[in-house]
């Protein structure tokens, strides 16, 4: 058996990192500016594309600020929906 690489390992890394901050984003009811702080750093670190980042930035965004703005249950369930479908579309490449 082969010993993992270091590319293995970092995949491995950004994957569980990823897969963190999904579960995270699933049972967040309130927004912490420390959390969304954690947040932004683990997708900054993460050396994805500018279109990834920028759609899992947006999507995380527009999913804070609905609870931010007490916005109708349905409005921040669809946008934590939302947010999830970017991070799970990352996570599968």
């Known amino acids: ?31 912490d500016a420390g959390e ?21 930035l947006d999507a995380l965004d527009n999913f804070e600020r609905a609870i931010v703005e007490h916005d109708d249950r349905l409005v921040v369930a669809a946008r934590r929906l939302r947010c999830l479908a970017v991070l799970d579309g990352i996570i599968r490449g």
């Open 1 to 31: 058996m082969l010993p993992a690489t270091d590319d293995a390992k970092s995949s491995a890394d950004r994957l569980a990192a990823l897969d963190a901050l999904r579960r995270r984003v699933a049972i967040q009811s309130s927004a």
């Open 36 to 56: 969304g702080v954690k947040a932004r750093r683990v997708l900054f670190s993460l050396d994805l594309s500018a279109f990834d980042l920028s759609a899992a």
